[in-house]
C-alpha cells in the first residue's frame, strides 16, 4: 500500500490503520520548513501543523514516512532548514518534487515561481554536495520528464508516479535517471 498525503485527516487511528498494513508506504507533504511558506504554498491555514501532526502520528504508530517538499522559488532557499526539520520530526527520507504543470502548478508556472534546469541542476548539486553528506537522511531528487533508463528502480527513488522519471545525482556532476 502507497499513500501520499497532505496529512490533514491523518489521525493517530488512522496511523494505527495504515500500520496494520504490513507493506506500506507513506509521503506525507510539506513544502516548507515553517507555517507562512507551506501555508502559502498549500493554501491552506493550519495545514503545516497539521502536517506536522501527521507525521508524529504516523511515527507514533511505527512507520517512518517520507516527506515530499515540492521545490519552487519561495521555498527553494531553505532547503538546507527544511532537511533539519525533517530530522527532527525522525522521518525517514525527503524527496525533493519539481512542480508540475497542472491544476495549482499552471498558476505557479504563471507567475514564475517554477524552477529553470539551470535552477534544478544547481539544486540537485546542492543536495548531494552539501547536504546528503551531512544527513542519515535518504535525500531523493525527483523531476518528472522523460529521461533515458538508468540501473536505479522506481522503488529505490522512492516510487515515482506513473509515466515519469527520477533523476539523482550520484557523484559530483553525475547525474543518473531512472525511468518509472
Known sequence: MTIETNGLLCTPEIAAEIAKSPKR???????????ETHEWVR??????????????????????????FTVMRSNAGRVDAMVRMVEELGAASLKFN???????????H??????N???????????????APKTK??????THTLLEPSI??????????????????SSPADTMPCAA
Open 110 to 115: 504563471e507567475n514564475q515561481e517554477t524552477l
Open 25 to 35: 508506504f507513506v509521503s506525507v507533504s510539506i513544502d516548507g520548513a515553517d507555517a
Open 43 to 68: 493554501g491552506v491555514p493550519g495545514s503545516f501543523k497539521a502536517a506536522r501532526q501527521a507525521v508524529n502520528n504516523l511515527i507514533a504508530a511505527g512507520i517512518r514516512p517520507q516527506i515530499i
Open 137 to 142: 537522511l535518504r535525500l531523493f531528487f525527483i
Open 98 to 108: 519539481v512542480v508540475q504543470p497542472t491544476a495549482r502548478g499552471e498558476k505557479l
Open 117 to 131: 534546469i539551470a535552477d534544478l541542476i544547481a539544486l540537485g548539486r546542492h543536495v548531494e554536495q552539501e547536504l
Open 152 to 169: 536505479a528502480s522506481p522503488a529505490e527513488m522512492g516510487a515515482a508516479p506513473a509515466g515519469s522519471s527520477a533523476s539523482w545525482a
